[in-house]
Structure formats: structure tokens, C-alpha cells
């Protein structure tokens, strides 16, 4: 709820409507299960406020893959979640394959991805893909060398690494990247309806796919900005100076901070 508020006011100086990105982030809080609702409450708001639907989603969208972003590092959040059912999914698409097409594969082995699969769907935070990824990828050599084995193992604890402003640079560039990467692809007429048509970028005079990239980015960035300050409104804080500094922060005088169970 605070990233949809955070999303609305950010929207502002983009020439966004902040009723029509409040509305669009509530349909995301509710519904954001339901993938073909989604998309057609959101154009369905968009073209009531009379704004291209692209650029509403280009902007949601950034927002919500920067605000899910840092709780990564936990086997409870929202990305290790949905990355544990993926694995799950595809190691029973693997057991069926392997089942059909591999007549000398014993039956218990060919059963037996698919068993760990269906475990993964169930209990998924038994099986956080994605933290592990993040583990295995900031436990490199390098860091060791570095940092030494005890402040690496602390950094990638929760609330670490992943929730300061060093992550929040490094996701944002990750994000803007992955977009560059994909533009090839991007017929060039597409451009003004993902976010070329933003009014700021039509006021410095932008082109449409460079309009996008930076809308893309800025959503990013306020996504995650989003969550970092929502964390650090609760009693554990955050360091988000790491791995420079260990000063923690907070947005709240200490006995207003709130209580969430330490889980984001
Ligand atoms: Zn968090």
C-alpha cells in the first residue's frame, strides 16, 4: 500500500494522473492474481483517464518488480515464492517428459523430480530459488577475498545487502538493461504506448524509446525506494549504507516504529 501511495505521488511530475495510478495499484494489491482482470481494469482505467493503457502498465509494472525486489533475501517473500513455484512447475513438466518420452528412465526416477516439484508448489519456501541465486551469486570468491567469511555471510541475511541504496542502483541498472537488451526487438511504433507519450518527455523533447527506458527506470526506482522506506518505518530498520557503513535508518521516531513480525 505505501509503494501504490509512493507510485501515485511519484507519478505526478510525469503528468500521470494519481487517481489513475491509485486505482490501477489497488486493482495490482487485490486481484494480482488474476492476470486477465488485471489488464483490463487497468486499461479500462487508463482509457477513462484518457492516457495510452501501455504507459499506466510500463509504470505499474516497473514499480511492482522494484518494490517486490529486496525481499529476495527471504525465503517468505513474494519473489522467492513465485520463483520456488516456477521450479516446482518445471520439474514436473520435466517428470512428465521424462515419463512419455524416456522409456528406459526407471519409474521412480522419472517420478522423482516430479515429487519434489509438487513439494515446491506446496511448501514453497522450503525451496527459494531465487534466495539461493542471490546467496550463491554474492558468495562468490571475490566477496570472501574482500569482505571475509563472517561479514559476507551477515550481508546476505535479511534486511541486509538487498535493502540499500547500493542494491536499489544496482536492480534499477539491472531493470533499464534488461529493457535496452529487449528494444531491438520492440517494433519502433510500439514506443509511444508503453511511455513515450508521458508528458514530461514530450516536454524535454525525448524520443518515444528513451521516454520509455527512463519512465521504466524512475518506476523501478520508486518501487523499491518504496519498500526500503516502508522497512525502515518498522522496528528493525535498515542499513542502507552497506556494505560502507553499518549506520541503520529510520523514517519514524523510534516509539512510533511499527511492528510487522520482522518478516519484510
Ligand atoms: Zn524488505
Not at 509494472?61 to 521450479?87: E, F, K, N, Q
Not at 513438466?93 to 526407471?106: K, M
Not at 519512465?215 to 526500503?228: D, P
Request: charged share 10%.
Amino acid at each position: 500500500m505505501i509503494g501504490v501511495g509512493a507510485a501515485a505521488a511519484a507519478g505526478i511530475p510525469l503528468g500521470l494522473p494519481p487517481l489513475a495510478v491509485l486505482g490501477a495499484g489497488a486493482v495490482l494489491l487485490t486481484r494480482r492474481r488474476s492476470l486477465p482482470f488485471t489488464i483490463v481494469a487497468i486499461v479500462v482505467i487508463a482509457a477513462a483517464n484518457g492516457m495510452p493503457p501501455g504507459v499506466l502498465g510500463t509504470f505499474l509494472t516497473g514499480a511492482l518488480l522494484g518494490a517486490i525486489a529486496p525481499d529476495i533475501d527471504h525465503a517468505y517473500g513474494l519473489v522467492a515464492r513465485a520463483s520456488a513455484r516456477a521450479l516446482g512447475a518445471a520439474l514436473v513438466a520435466l517428470s512428465c517428459a521424462a515419463t512419455l518420452w524416456t522409456p528406459n528412465v526407471p519409474a521412480w526416477a522419472a517420478a522423482l523430480p516430479g515429487a519434489v516439484g509438487i513439494l515446491a508448489v506446496l511448501r514453497p519456501s522450503w525451496m527459494p530459488l531465487t534466495l539461493w541465486i542471490y546467496r550463491a551469486v554474492l558468495s562468490n570468491p571475490l566477496t570472501w577475498l574482500f569482505l571475509g567469511r563472517e561479514r559476507m555471510c551477515a550481508l546476505v541475511t535479511h534486511r541486509k545487502l538487498s535493502h540499500t541504496v547500493l542494491a536499489l542502483l544496482l536492480w534499477t541498472a539491472a531493470m533499464v538493461g534488461g529493457l535496452w537488451v529487449l528494444a531491438p526487438w520492440v517494433p519502433p511504433a510500439v514506443w509511444p504506448y508503453l511511455g513515450g507519450t508521458v508528458s514530461l518527455v514530450e516536454r524535454v523533447g525525448l524520443d518515444a524509446r528513451t521516454g520509455t527506458m527512463l519512465l521504466w527506470g524512475y518506476a523501478v526506482a520508486v518501487g523499491y525506494t518504496s519498500h526500503l522506506l516502508g522497512d525502515a518505518a518498522t522496528v528493525s530498520r535498515i542499513q542502507p549504507w552497506l556494505p560502507f557503513s553499518d549506520a541503520r535508518f529510520q523514517v519514524l521516531p523510534s516509539p512510533l516504529l511499527l511492528r510487522t513480525g520482522g518478516r519484510h
